[in-house]
């Protein structure tokens, strides 16, 4: 009940589809997929205005909303998300997933807190995402102290395997 959620994408334009998917998940589900399956919710119920939310029967909310302008991250300050979703990461700048990250919190002890991206090679952005993930990325990259890693064919791989957890000190 108390799960808040936040979907973005950079343009408002691009959520409809978002939207749609969400509704045919949540309350209206598919029979004819090729995966059939039932609506998850059918009570959700689903707002557009001011900003799209979804509602469960449970209280638990789902916002969809946008960043398109550089400043937008404002209009979450003071809110709390435990689950924060970047759909097409490189088109977002780097401010504006920093600002609301930050937002990343909860009041309810015990709710999993979260942040997760898509996004495809390229885009605006694709430069700071990689900078910021290249330890996972680059097969370049260097973590002082470790060895490097490579296949069993000996080609170069990123020191950071897929889902490893690194702490890394920024400054001094």
């Known amino acids: 009940r108390d799960l808040r959620m ?5 343009r408002s334009v691009d959520l409809d589809d978002l939207i ?3 509704k045919k998940i949540y309350r209206d ?17 689903f707002v557009a205005s001011p900003a799209h939310t979804a509602t469960f029967p449970s209280g638990a909310r789902v916002r969809f ?3 398109q302008n550089i400043d937008d991250w404002e209009k979450y300050q003071g809110q709390e998300y435990s689950i924060i979703v ?3 990461l490189t088109q977002f ?19 999993p807190r979260k942040v997760r991206a898509t996004t495809n090679p ?3 952005g694709a430069e700071w995402v990689f900078r910021r993930w290249r330890f996972w990325l680059d097969p ?8 490097p890693r490579y296949t069993a064919e000996g080609k170069p791989l990123p020191p950071a395997a897929p889902g490893e957890v690194l702490w890394i000190r920024r400054g001094s």
């Open 20 to 22: 749609d998917k969400a």
């Open 86 to 88: 970047f759909e097409e």
């Open 65 to 67: 909303d946008h960043c």
């Open 29 to 45: 589900g598919d029979p004819a997929s090729p995966r059939p399956y039932g609506g998850v919710a059918a009570e959700t119920v």
């Open 6 to 10: 936040l979907i973005l994408r950079r």
């Open 122 to 124: 390229g885009g605006r």
């Open 140 to 147: 370049e990259a260097e973590i002082p102290g470790r060895a």
């Open 93 to 111: 700048l780097e401010k504006q997933y920093l600002e609301v990250k930050s937002r990343l919190r909860s009041s309810s002890p015990g709710l």
